[in-house]
């Protein structure tokens, strides 16, 4: 994390930010996102100026390394914590302007939530199909409708055959199944999932994946799955990686049909570019082109170039022909 950080230039800048427009036709809406905790005398910047768009029906992984900000940005989402500034809006509820009636509403009929810890999505002493009933009971759904749609998830991620199965008769994978189908219980727009493969093996968690991609299918809903699991970036179409509390950088993976028939899988990755133009520089190309404070940026037709400042061959002819006349 940067040292020469100014909180008031950051907080000013979050502030001043014009907030319409920008997303409208995106089901997530982040801009110029910004969280600071404050532990004692001491203020960590855990989000500074986080943008994020994502539409409807989307199925993105946030990944980055443990303390770049994925399990702060997915509470804020959540509806759990409060942005210290900038603006977020998920399916139209304005997350940093919300009462606390908005706020329950969100919680329970917009949002579906599954965590890395088994233990808390589930109730222990209910089966499998009373915890998916529940979060409907809340809603007063009628007991004939939410019985019906709880059987439904539960087939749909695996387990129609376990509906009476109580957590703890349950492997850990099934346990995150269950999960899913709590958190689509009321048809949420988006499910947010921190880790939810966190404490399970490597086959189990492509399971997972693949349950979550199916649901995005089925049910038209926008699944964010934030993970510091590599792998993640087969199962879905796009993945942005969160480094410092910004987003960094974009994969984004295709399949096409190439002439022989066969499916070819195309990933490839772009650097973010903020509302404003700025970008941030993988770090191994910082570190190997021995990057500091500044740098020169040339533009040509088609593309621009970085180099280095202390390199005298990449300085513009004009500038050297300038300081030779002028000696
Ligand atoms: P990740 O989920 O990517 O591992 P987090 O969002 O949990 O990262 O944390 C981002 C940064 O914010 C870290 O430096 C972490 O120590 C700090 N942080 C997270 N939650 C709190 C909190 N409740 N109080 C103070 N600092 C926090
Ligand atoms: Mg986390």
């Known amino acids: 994390m940067s040292e020469s950080l100014d ?48 539409d409807q029906g989307e199925f993105i992984a946030i990944v980055g390394a443990s303390g770049s900000g994925k399990s702060t940005l997915l509470n804020i989402l959540g509806g ?28 329970r009929q917009v949002i579906g939530f599954v965590w890395q810890q088994t233990a808390r999505n589930l109730l222990p002493y209910l089966s499998a199909q009373e915890n998916v009933e529940l ?4 809603e007063g759904t009628p007991r004939g409708i939410r019985h019906a749609r709880a059987t439904e998830l539960l ?65 038209g809903v926008t699944v964010v799955v ?24 974009e994969t984004l993976r295709r399949t096409e049909i190439d002439e022989a028939g066969e499916t070819q899988t195309y990933a490839e990755e772009f650097v973010v ?4 133009g700025r970008l941030q520089l993988p ?3 910082v570190d190997s082109l021995e990057l500091k404070r500044r740098v020169r940026l040339t533009l040509d037709d088609d593309h621009a170039n970085v180099w280095p400042d202390t390199d005298e061959r990449y300085r513009p002819a004009r500038e050297r ?6 000696e």
Not at 170 to 180: D, F, H, K, T, Y
């Open 7 to 54: 909180f008031q230039e950051l907080r000013e800048r979050a502030a001043t930010t014009e907030r319409i427009a920008y997303g409208i036709d995106s089901v997530i809406a982040c801009d110029n996102l910004v969280k600071i905790y404050k532990v004692a005398e001491l203020e960590v910047v855990a989000l500074q100026g986080l943008d994020l768009l994502v």
């Open 80 to 107: 759990l914590d409060v942005p210290s500034a900038g603006a977020a809006a998920v399916a139209g509820y304005d997350l940093l302007n919300m009462s606390s009636e908005d706020r329950t509403r969100y919680r």
């Open 135 to 138: 979060p409907m009971i809340l």
């Open 155 to 219: 087939e749909l991620v695996g387990l129609g055959d376990r509906t009476d199965h109580r957590p703890e008769q349950l492997s850990g994978g099934e346990q995150q199944r269950v999960a899913i189908a709590v958190s689509l219980a009321n048809a949420p727009s988006v499910i947010f999932a921190d880790e939810p493969t966190g404490e399970l093996d490597t086959a189990t968690s492509s399971e997972i994946f693949e349950v979550l991609r199916t649901v995005n299918q089925d049910q």
């Open 226 to 249: 934030v993970t510091h699991d590599p792998l993640v970036s087969e199962h879905v179409n796009r993945t942005v990686a969160i480094r410092d509390g910004r987003t960094s950088t």
């Open 273 to 276: 570019l903020d509302r404003v």
């Open 283 to 285: 770090e191994h190309y």
């Open 321 to 326: 022909e300038t300081e030779e006349v002028g």
